[in-house]
């Protein structure tokens, strides 16, 4: 049966506990589903990518799932992943797009998440956006049907 893939890239800021520093951070995933009717039943996607935040994680691989559950009850769109960094830990993802209808736009293009390690512990907030002007038509243009 097909399903889908598409590719988002988004860009901005990660503010790291341990120095309070902002650092500039990008992200691009590709995100697939699986079956149709599978995604129609449990609407959610794998993501694999790349996470680019010089000075903590560069160029590291991610992978994880996005999930659209609550996209129409809640307007709620939830990330979440898992990467190395430079130092070699494992680090966990997870933000989410709010969707708010009379600000749509604007709400559609923003992420906002945090970063924790692996016993739990804070290490970052993130806030990343999605730049329609430069990125919309590649957006729109890595939307496949897959088999």
Request: proline share 4%.
């Amino acid at each position: 049966m097909p399903g889908f893939e598409l590719t988002e890239t988004l860009a901005g800021r990660v503010r790291l506990v341990a120095d309070g520093k902002e650092r500039p951070i990008t992200l691009t995933i590709r995100a697939r589903s699986g079956p149709i009717a599978a995604f129609l039943r449990r609407p959610g996607l794998f993501i694999t990518g790349v996470l680019d935040a010089p000075g903590f994680a560069s160029q590291r691989a991610l992978m994880g799932s996005l999930d659209a559950t609550k996209l129409l009850a809640e307007r709620r769109l939830a990330y979440a992943f898992h990467f190395a960094a430079d130092d070699g830990a494992m680090y966990t993802f997870t933000g989410e797009k709010s969707f708010v209808p009379r600000n749509f736009v604007v709400s559609f293009t923003l992420l906002a998440g945090v970063i924790h390690d692996a016993r739990g512990a804070l290490v970052g907030d993130v806030l990343l956006r999605f730049d329609l002007r430069g990125d919309l038509v590649r957006f729109a243009k890595s939307l496949r049907i897959t088999r």
